[in-house]
């Protein structure tokens, strides 16, 4: 793993943006994982900046988002589908038709996950995917005690994730307890993986991905197999680490070779 420590949200923002950036230039028809959650946003925002600055052109992407409520239909205020078309798909020259989240509304859910599934090995798989963390370690919605080689599937959410999320639904709206998500398998055959995590409430999760047992408990220790993972974190979620000075060593070491 990569580990790349920032000294503030905007600054792991910046990175994520520019890894992204430099990804889409190198390869300007890559196949993009996208996540949702709070902690993307800054980043599509500055992805829209750059495209807007003509720094960038999507026309060629194509897009799989990991996740979506089940019983949501795309046009719901929380949907993830909703939430993409808002942060970022609305505001870029991608084509729609490119663009990919599990359908939460099919009333054939299970089928409807294995067609998602497909379909990622049909456009050839995932080039990079941008993944956010749960505050239990969870990736896309593969929460504690998923397989670690899962695919995509209807999962429940837990308490916590349910509860971690409340803050985006009013008390009239339903949230919905399960979802549909790319499983940890599918995740781990993407070739190149960047996790976003900012904030002292996911110092833990930070913690148990990076330093802990490979564990079924905490879904993102499975990254730790990944041959091509980059962590990007400001320093509230880089508080629990033992061995922060080791990582920035290695990240100075790195632009050293780099720059020779
Ligand atoms: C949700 C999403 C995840 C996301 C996580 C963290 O559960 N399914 O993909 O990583 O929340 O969200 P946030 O970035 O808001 O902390």
Redesign the pocket.
Known sequence: MRIVVKNSSEEAADFSAEFMVQSIRGQSDITLGL?????PVRTYEKLIERHKNNDVSFKSVTTFN??EYLGLTGDHPQSYRFFMNEKLFNHIDIDFSNTHIPNGSSPTPVQACNDYESLIQQKGGIDLQL????RNG????NEPTSSLTSRTRVKTLTKD?VE??QHNFTEEEYQPHLAMTMGIGTIMEARQILLLATGEGKAQAIRDMVEGPLAAKCPASMLQMHMNATIVIDRDAAKLLEDVSFYEYIEQERQQLMSR
């Open positions: 996540a949702t959650g709070s902690s990991l996740d993944l956010g963390i749960g969870h990736i896309g919605f994730t971690a999320n």
